[in-house]
């Protein structure tokens, strides 16, 4: 994190010594009129920190030089938004994303979601769905591994999770849009068919024979399979007619 490290923190310190220098001339002005002066400096603060897209909440201790709790209470008060990954380490001004159509913003490696964290984004992104969403479908909207936090999800309220053609799919637990999105992820597999063509039908062979115990959402995230979009209805159908799915881990 080089940059909201070295750069961030002498930036950081440069506008410390900027509100403290204003500070004192204001109040020195103003015969020590003390609620101005905080709120110059707040506003000050509230500037640099905009400047800086993204930091963190050492840096905004340091920079109002206030206790955890009142710089809690001050972020609190902005509503800044607190990254969804890297641990939530990471905060933004409400006015610097640039949400996407999925309510998601990237800035280098630190993400960030309109929805909050990681738990409410996943599934807010899950009922926003025509046809539910696949581990490998959540993980490419919010760029990060599913197996590194999709376990989390198996009871998680607002959504549930059921095998479609092998394959783990998240639906809203709302019965109405349930019912919804699977007739629409059934079309969609029934739509999406397509027959596997003998380059094809090599890469899926090669990839179950190199990889023991693969299963069939492993084989759809391969970037050779990915390429030509498959659905998982056409892989599975492949894979039963040949009597292959036995070698899977479903």
């Known amino acids: 994190m080089e940059f909201i490290g070295k750069k961030g923190n002498y930036f950081v310190s440069k506008m410390h010594s900027i ?50 709790r009142s710089g809690r209470l001050r972020m609190k008060q902005w509503g800044t938004y607190t990254s969804f990954n890297q641990n939530g380490r990471y905060y933004t001004m409400p006015s610097v994303p640039r949400f996407d159509e999925k309510g998601l913003w990237y800035y280098k490696d630190i993400y960030f979601s309109k929805h909050g964290n990681l738990k409410n984004t996943v599934v807010n992104l899950v009922n926003d769905s025509s046809s539910g969403l696949t581990g490998n479908e959540i993980g490419d909207l919010v760029r990060l591994s599913p197996r590194s936090f999709l376990h989390h ?27 919804y999105q699977v007739q629409n992820r059934l079309k969609a597999d029934i739509l999406t068919e397509q027959s596997i063509s003998d380059t094809d039908a090599v890469t899926i062979l090669a990839a179950i024979i190199k990889h023991h115990g693969i299963t069939i959402e492993d084989i759809m995230a391969l970037p050779e399979i990915k390429a030509r979009k498959f659905s998982v209805f056409a892989i599975r159908e492949f894979l039963n007619r040949h009597n292959l799915l036995k070698k899977l881990r479903l």
Not at 25 to 32: L, R, S
Not at 159 to 174: A, L, M, P, Q, T
């Open 19 to 68: 509100c403290y220098l204003l500070i004192k001339n204001i109040y020195d002005a103003f015969g020590g009129n003390m609620p101005r002066v905080i709120l110059e400096m707040l506003k000050s603060a509230q500037e640099a920190l905009t400047l800086m897209k993204v930091f963190s909440f050492d840096q905004v201790l340091v920079l109002l030089n206030c206790s955890i």
């Open 153 to 179: 999800f198996r009871d998680a309220p607002g959504i549930c999770r059921e095998k479609h053609g092998g394959v783990y799919v998240y639906f809203s637990d709302n019965p109405d849009k349930y019912k």
